[in-house]
């Protein structure tokens, strides 16, 4: 019984261990999962990347496309978004908030279409 007990400890020490070294891919493969999956179809992200211990979020490559019927692909594109945040609580499981964001070299395409309709208004 001690013996079985010593390595249940060991394997609980181990795997804590593990998930230290791991937590920043965790938490980055983790919050780029939610953010694609919780953004529309016609909204797109390059790249996400994070810095825990900086309380940063980075989104490359931000895409809008524009609704169908104007001449250009999209409405507009962020090269770059950053988002800086604090835990709610003790930990990130308590829920972030949101301290800051900003972007970095934004273009916006607003375009009237053949039937005098504009694009940011379709977006609604």
């Known amino acids: 019984m001690k013996k079985f007990l010593i390595i249940l400890l060991a394997i609980i020490i ?5 998930i230290a070294m791991n937590i920043e891919n965790i ?15 016609y909204v797109t992200v390059g790249a996400i990347t994070s810095d825990l211990r900086k309380g940063v979020l980075e989104l490359k490559n931000f895409t809008i496309k524009n609704p169908k019927g104007f001449k250009s692909e999209n ?12 835990p709610k609580g003790k930990t ?8 800051g964001i900003s ?20 977006m609604g």
């Open 14 to 18: 181990i795997a804590a261990i593990v």
């Open 27 to 41: 938490f980055q493969l983790s919050a780029e999962k939610i953010i694609k999956k919780s953004l529309p179809p």
């Open 75 to 86: 409405l507009a594109v962020i090269e770059k978004i950053t988002c800086k945040y604090a």
């Open 92 to 99: 990130p499981l308590d829920g972030l908030k949101i301290t």
């Open 103 to 122: 972007a970095e070299k934004p273009v916006i395409v607003i375009e009237r279409n053949f039937r005098g309709q504009i694009n940011v208004n379709m």
